[in-house]
């Protein structure tokens, strides 16, 4: 017994590779919710001040008690592969609550406070009402915390039932539809923003981490993407040759502590009004618990789905009391972290790093740090890993279902990146506001689907020669990709996907196929590289990670 219990540690070097997956996601939703707030006029002290602290205490908590959970399960089974399930701030509700409930709360404070000033004659700006809105505001959101946990708690014991109701590959397929539309598709939509440098963190991920070749010194994949990105971000974009504006980060530190207090009971009353918006979103991640724990125990590890479910209410219950305003939510993709070799480590170290961010305030300013190009290539591995085990778990009989399950996701997408009565005239559109921190979106998005069928098969054929170890194959669909590229057979800048001379367009029409083609021969340059290294030579691991 002694002996198995040596054999299973809190940290091993895979926990390196998912501390920056995990990390990467909870720290993006801090920022997306700062950018929204501060957007809308919320001063600073008040969101960082006040809001953060509370949100990041309750990630802390959730990823700590998971991370005893998976020691626990390891020692009971004698298993030192057990991984911890992965908890964090949830994307949709981060974004959803903070503009359906607290910049409404805010602007309806605002317009309050200066419709009585303006009766008693006493002269008031926007600015003289912001920080007692905010706060209003903040009230509001912790008391739709402390809602949504005790609506956590009760579905806790409704989860197991409806467990059992649920086929797991229709689970596991509602999974599979996330992956394929947000956790894979809109992150292309980031990597492609800044081609040369996401093609490159995309390409690393797909050769260290999908096709799970040793970089030399056996350098974590993940690490090495995000490293790489940023070197060769910070190296072009000052010149211009990204064909975007380049701004350096700010190094700016909040600091705030989670303190306990009833403050939410001052918004309780409005909040009522904002749960038939709020209990949807607490509805969704108690679902999304269910499927994450169907997801953990299909890839070996069997959590019990009411202690993971209770635990996610206590996280949005401390959270609620201490000052946060998002709720917390186990993710989905924890065979992807046992995939990167990630066992109990991870979830402790993200718990605690973005815990003391919320009260230090470094997060947001490592999300300006590291583009977003470069971070989500993470996205689409964990995206990859969860659409390959739907289909694995499932078998071929079940396989129609799984896909079947998918379509919704998939019009759930283009609803959020599409919502224009003329997405083409919008894309063009999006040509004026160059240059930007990144290729105009809906630009992207329209280059990524023309000519979409010969860019799906290049792109698996490229993986496939990677995972067989055909590097120079490889190399050479990337290059023809960059050929293709530059002529518009794909990637075409064209509402009608017609082809064109590049240097014929219009400025800044032509930055599309110029960067594109840039991003492919650059990826096509590093795995052209990567193939004298002697890791590159070594089989593909069939079995085991």
């Given at each position: 017994m002694e002996a198995t219990q040596q054999r299973i540690r809190w940290f091993v070097p895979g926990d390196i590779n998912g501390f920056f997956g995990l990390m990467v996601d909870n720290v993006a939703m801090l920022a997306f919710l700062a950018a929204i707030l501060l957007g809308c006029g919320f001063p600073a002290e008040v969101v960082f001040g006040k809001m953060f602290p509370g949100t990041a205490l309750g990630v802390l908590f959730g990823d700590l008690v998971y991370s005893w959970m998976a020691w626990r399960l390891a020692k009971r089974t004698g298993r030192a592969n057990v991984t911890s399930m992965p908890l964090g701030l949830d994307t949709p509700s981060t974004i959803g609550l903070a503009l359906a409930v607290l910049v409404p709360v805010f602007n309806l404070e605002s317009s309050r406070m200066l419709s009585e000033a303006a009766v008693m004659g006493v002269p008031l700006s926007m600015?003289?009402?912001?920080?007692?809105?905010?706060?209003?505001?903040?009230?509001?959101?912790?008391?739709?915390?402390?809602?949504?946990?005790?609506?956590?708690?009760?579905?806790?014991?409704?989860?197991?039932?409806?467990?059992?109701?649920?086929?797991?590959?229709?689970?596991?397929?509602?999974?599979?539809?996330?992956?394929?539309?947000?956790?894979?598709?809109?992150?292309?939509?980031?990597?492609?923003?800044?081609?040369?440098?996401?093609?490159?963190?995309?390409?690393?991920?797909?050769?260290?981490?999908?096709?799970?070749?040793?970089?030399?010194?056996?350098?974590?994949?993940?690490?090495?993407?995000?490293?790489?990105?940023?070197?060769?971000?910070?190296?072009?974009?000052?010149?211009?040759l990204l064909g975007v504006q380049y701004s350096a980060p700010l190094a700016e530190l909040h600091?705030?502590?989670?303190?306990?207090?009833?403050?939410?009971?001052?918004?309780?009353?409005?909040?009522?009004?904002?749960?038939?918006?709020?209990?949807?979103?607490?509805?969704?991640?108690?679902?999304?618990?269910?499927?994450?724990?169907?997801?953990?125990?299909?890839?070996?590890?069997?959590?019990?789905?009411?202690?993971?479910?209770?635990v996610d209410a206590a996280s949005a219950l401390i959270a609620g009391v201490c000052g946060g305003v998002v709720q917390t939510t186990p993710y989905i993709g924890q065979p992807a972290y046992k995939a990167m070799g990630s066992r109990i480590g991870y979830t402790l170290l993200v718990g605690v790093f973005v815990?003391?961010?919320?009260?230090?305030?470094?997060?947001?300013?490592?999300?300006?740090?590291?583009?977003?190009?470069?971070?989500?290539?993470?996205?689409?591995?964990?995206?990859?890993?969860?659409?390959?085990?739907?289909?694995?778990?499932?078998?071929?009989?079940?396989?129609?279902?799984?896909?079947?399950?998918?379509?919704?996701?998939?019009?759930?997408?283009?609803?959020?990146?599409?919502?224009?009565?003329?997405?083409?005239?919008?894309?063009?559109?999006?040509?004026?506001?160059?240059?930007?921190?990144?290729?105009?979106?809906?630009?992207?998005?329209?280059?990524?689907?023309?000519?979409?069928?010969?860019?799906?098969?290049?792109?698996?054929?490229?993986?496939?020669?990677?995972?067989?170890?055909?590097?120079?194959?490889?190399?050479?669909?990337?290059?023809?990709?960059?050929?293709?590229?530059?002529?518009?057979?794909?990637?075409?800048?064209?509402?009608?996907?017609?082809?064109?001379l590049p240097w014929t367009l219009s400025s800044p029409l032509y930055q599309i196929p110029y960067q594109f083609s840039a991003a492919y021969l650059v990826l096509a340059m590093v795995i052209f590289g990567l193939s004298y290294t002697k890791q590159s030579r070594e089989a593909f691991p069939e079995h085991g990670h």
């Open positions: 600015a003289d009402v912001a920080a007692p809105a905010a706060e209003m505001a903040w009230y509001v959101g912790m008391a739709i915390m402390v809602c949504i946990g005790l609506f956590k708690v009760l579905f806790a014991y409704l989860g197991p039932w409806l467990q059992k109701l649920i086929p797991g590959a229709a689970l596991l397929g509602s999974l599979a539809g996330i992956g394929f539309a947000l956790l894979g598709f809109l992150p292309l939509v980031d990597i492609f923003g800044l081609p040369i440098v996401g093609a490159l963190s995309l390409g690393l991920i797909l050769y260290a981490v999908i096709a799970r070749i040793k970089l030399p010194f056996n350098i974590p994949g993940v690490l090495m993407a995000v490293i790489a990105g940023s070197a060769l971000y910070y190296l072009l974009a000052p010149s211009g600091l705030g502590l989670p303190v306990p207090t009833l403050d939410f009971a001052r918004g309780m009353e409005m909040a009522l009004n904002f749960l038939p918006v709020a209990i949807p979103f607490a509805l969704l991640t108690s679902i999304g618990g269910i499927n994450v724990t169907e997801s953990a125990r299909a890839a070996g590890d069997d959590f019990k789905t009411r202690t993971v479910l209770l815990g003391l961010g919320g009260m230090l305030g470094y997060v947001s300013f490592i999300v300006e740090l590291i583009p977003k190009a470069v971070l989500a290539p993470i996205l689409v591995f964990v995206a990859l890993e969860i659409i390959s085990q739907a289909f694995r778990v499932g078998g071929s009989r079940y396989a129609p279902a799984v896909a079947f399950a998918c379509f919704p996701t998939i019009s759930n997408m283009l609803t959020i990146k599409l919502n224009s009565p003329d997405f083409a005239s919008s894309a063009q559109a999006a040509l004026a506001h160059l240059p930007g921190k990144a290729l105009p979106e809906m630009l992207v998005v329209l280059s990524l689907g023309n000519g979409f069928i010969i860019t799906a098969m290049l792109w698996g054929a490229a993986v496939i020669k990677l995972i067989d170890r055909k590097l120079h194959q490889a190399a050479a669909y990337f290059v023809t990709l960059s050929v293709l590229s530059f002529f518009g057979l794909i990637h075409s800048v064209n509402t009608n996907g017609s082809m064109y």
